[in-house]
């Protein structure tokens, strides 16, 4: 068999041709030694430290506790283990060591700003107050299985939408850009709190759990990212007498959730930063002159 004849070498140079067409001499995929010579790896790859990793994953493990506190809280209040008075005096100390913690950590809080909230939570409070009676007989006439598995429901909704960056967190003044998950989280958690306030055997009960419920979900984000620009020791001090709060209160009414929820902190503290420090060993990314073209405009007046 005769060698096939061999193909004329071009007399120009090949060159990179984004638009032009094809180049005389060379195929349309032809590429030389020189096309790979801009390739960048692991070029926008990250490395992440694992204890970096830990402290962040402890604002998760931390507003996980919050919510676990508030169940509890209902819990105790509809087996009538803490009355209405005891309630209503909670609900005043949480709103003043909010206000103080806002006061000494956060120096753009002036005392016209101050006001405006306390004007703006009174009338809150008093709303609040006046349908009261409309929530203590709002789900009666739906079974109480419905309501438990509704909140079971709702509480999960919000934790899986929450955002534990803190990204719509906003110190007291600025502006809020909340998203549709947000949005969602937030509406998820009022609603929840309105189906167990219906199940409680007075108006004051009502008040009293709805005013505490909604003061953690709506101000206890804002509270705890107060005192992570302030101090993030002092913030992981909180995290941990949270979490040592959530325990104990969750040990009297179950052992065994007791001992998941243990073990669901160790996972999201220590298993999930271990593990996303192991996968991401693994992480691949080529670059080159083959990406798309970032544009850049340079906007001057």
């Not at 509809?78 to 609900?91: H, Q, R, T, V, Y």
């Not at 005043?92 to 700003?113: P, Q």
């Not at 719509?168 to 549709?180: D, K, S, V, W």
Request: aromatic residues 12%; proline residues 5%.
């Amino acid at each position: 068999m005769e060698n096939a004849p061999e193909r004329p070498r071009p007399p120009h140079k090949w060159k990179k041709v984004v638009y032009g067409g094809m180049q005389p001499g060379y195929d349309d995929n032809y590429t030389d030694e020189s096309f790979l010579e801009d390739m960048v790896m692991n070029a926008n790859v990250v490395k992440r430290d694992l204890k970096k990793v830990m402290l962040d994953s402890i604002s998760i493990s931390q507003y996980i506790c919050i919510v676990a506190v508030v169940v509890c809280v209902w819990a105790y209040t509809l087996a009538s283990a803490i009355s209405e008075k005891s309630l209503l005096f909670l609900d005043v100390a949480l709103l003043g060591l909010g206000f103080v913690v806002l006061l000494l950590m956060d120096g753009r809080l002036t005392v016209c700003l101050l006001s405006r909230y306390l004007l703006n939570i009174s009338f809150f409070i008093g709303s609040l107050y006046v349908l009261a009676p409309i929530y203590y007989t709002l789900t009666r006439s739906i079974s109480s299985d419905s309501i438990w598995a509704l909140t079971v429901s709702l509480v999960i909704l919000h934790l899986f939408l929450h955002d534990y960056s803190g990204s719509i967190i906003r110190p007291p003044g600025a502006l809020n850009n909340p998203t549709l998950a947000s949005n969602v989280s937030l509406n998820a958690s009022i609603v929840s709190s309105v189906l167990i306030a219906s199940r409680l055997p007075s108006r004051l009960h009502v008040f009293a759990v709805m005013l505490f419920s909604l003061q953690v979900f709506l101000f206890a984000p804002l509270v705890m990212y107060c005192i992570k620009k302030f101090s993030s020791r002092l913030h992981l001090l909180c995290s941990f007498l949270l979490m040592g709060m959530a325990l104990g209160l969750i040990f009297p009414l179950h052992r065994l959730l007791f001992l998941v929820f243990g073990g669901l902190q160790v996972f999201i503290i220590v298993v999930c930063p271990y593990w996303l420090i192991r996968i991401h060993e693994y992480k691949f990314e080529i670059n080159g002159p083959w990406d798309e073209a970032r544009l850049c405009f340079d906007i001057t007046e």
